[in-house]
């Protein structure tokens, strides 16, 4: 069965240490991964995805087919970084979208 | 407009009560979706739209009937809900259907609560 697992429901950090938000998932197809992201008071919004390989607001994450992970990653946490993330797995030829349980981070002053 | 937009922000029901959430867009996308998220929970997808077709209905009770009256317009026309019903209720809308790789516009949500 497809799933998406994120192992933390609260990561904190301080400002300027690195963070690592883990993401595994489940799925015999070719998977589509991305991360989303909700801050405070905020709408849910994509953050990024793997087949774009591009980094957005200096976080990166890199698909790892062997370990079937897709960690998301920044080398300098902000304050503003604080949200809720999750970590989503697309099926091929559909619509369907399958979300991980979601990561708190909280960065501190 | 880029935006995703839900209607009405709050709604409170009772069990025997009929109401519909609405949900718009005008971005020209042509699939749209219907999640629901109970509170400290990931999103759950309900049902899509795909081109004004059903193309998804995650086995959701019957009380649940969605409707897609144009390429913009997404409603959910709720009937005899129950407590447990009470949640978030998302909308999100993509460029394509039938493909995984689009990104999903999310719009603020309606707060449901069945009394």
């Given at each position: 069965?497809?799933?998406?697992?994120?192992?933390?429901?609260?990561?904190?950090?301080?400002?300027?240490?690195?963070?690592?938000?883990?993401?595994?998932?489940?799925?015999?197809?070719?998977?589509?991964?991305?991360?989303?992201?909700?801050?405070?008071?905020?709408?849910?919004?994509?953050?990024?995805?793997?087949?774009?390989?591009?980094?957005?607001?200096?976080?990166?994450?890199?698909?790892?087919?062997?370990?079937?992970?897709?960690?998301?990653?920044?080398?300098?946490?902000?304050?503003?970084?604080?949200a809720?993330?999750?970590?989503?797995?697309?099926?091929?030829?559909?619509?369907?979208?399958?979300?991980?349980?979601?990561?708190?981070?909280?960065?501190?002053? | 407009?880029?935006?995703?937009?839900?209607?009405?922000?709050?709604?409170?029901?009772?069990?025997?009560?009929?109401?519909?959430?609405?949900?718009?867009?005008?971005?020209?996308?042509?699939?749209?979706?219907?999640?629901k998220?109970?509170?400290?929970?990931?999103?759950?997808l309900?049902f899509?739209?795909?081109?004004?077709?059903?193309?998804?209905?995650?086995?959701?009770?019957?009380?649940?009937?969605?409707?897609?009256?144009?390429?913009?317009?997404?409603?959910?026309?709720?009937?005899?809900?129950?407590?447990?019903?009470?949640?978030l209720?998302?909308?999100?809308?993509?460029?394509?259907?039938?493909?995984?790789?689009?990104?999903?516009?999310?719009?603020?949500?309606?707060?449901?609560?069945?009394?």
């Amino acid at each position: 069965a497809q799933r998406v697992t994120q192992p933390e429901k609260l990561l904190s950090v301080f400002k300027g240490a690195p963070v690592e938000l883990k993401c595994n998932y489940s799925y015999s197809g070719s998977p589509e991964l991305f991360w989303y992201v909700q801050y405070s008071r905020q709408r849910l919004q994509l953050l990024l995805r793997h087949i774009s390989r591009e980094s957005i607001k200096g976080f990166t994450a890199d698909l790892n087919k062997g370990e079937t992970s897709f960690h998301l990653k920044k080398p300098f946490a902000q304050e503003e970084d604080s949200a809720m993330y999750y970590c989503a797995l697309s099926l091929n030829n559909t619509d369907k979208l399958i979300f991980g349980t979601g990561t708190r981070l909280q960065v501190f002053p | 407009d880029t935006e995703v937009t839900q209607t009405p922000k709050h709604l409170v029901m009772g069990m025997t009560n009929k109401k519909s959430l609405k949900c718009e867009q005008h971005m020209g996308h042509r699939a749209m979706y219907w999640y629901k998220q109970k509170a400290k929970k990931p999103p759950e997808l309900m049902f899509v739209y795909s081109y004004e077709k059903l193309s998804i209905n995650e086995s959701v009770p019957s009380r649940f009937s969605p409707e897609c009256p144009n390429s913009s317009l997404l409603n959910l026309h709720l009937h005899a809900l129950q407590p447990e019903d009470s949640a978030l209720y998302l909308c999100a809308s993509s460029p394509q259907g039938g493909t995984a790789y689009n990104e999903q516009f999310f719009g603020p949500g309606t707060r449901l609560t069945v009394l």
